[in-house]
Nanobody
Framework: QVQLVESGGGLVQPGGSLRLSCAAS????????MGWYRQAPGKQREWVAT???????NYADSVKGRFTISRDNGKNTVFLQMNSLNPEDTGVYYC?????????WGQGTQVTVSS
């Protein structure tokens, strides 16, 4: 089972950038597709991006062209580079093995976009 710890969130002004990291433990990381989700206040958790074992990526329309998901299998880490942030990107960001079949989520990392 893969254990995941997200980091890199914070407060950023509109138009700014953040890079989130997700460190994974366990030897199976490289065999799994990985995803990022987010949950805004008062809203359901939503899918943001996915990266396959081989590095193929997919994005939600709301972040396409602004966010980039990547992974470093040697370091058991998945990243989410977020550019041109706007207040609608505010929320708690979670990484997960994709698909999330266990229903278990980490603590996430808070991203707040505000002037």
């Amino acid at each position: 089972q893969v254990q995941l710890v997200e980091s890199g969130g914070g407060l950023v002004q509109p138009g700014g950038s953040l890079r989130l990291s997700c460190a994974a433990s366990g030897s199976s990381f490289s065999r799994n597709a990985m995803g990022w989700y987010r949950q805004a206040p008062g809203k359901q958790r939503e899918w943001v991006a996915t990266i396959t074992r081989s590095g193929n990526t997919n994005y939600a329309d709301s972040v396409k062209g602004r966010f980039t998901i990547s992974r470093d299998n040697g370091k058991n880490t998945v990243f989410l580079q977020m550019n041109s942030l706007n207040p609608e990107d505010t929320g708690v960001y979670y990484c997960t093995v994709f698909p999330n079949l266990t229903g278990s989520w980490g603590q996430g990392t808070q991203v707040t976009v505000s002037s």
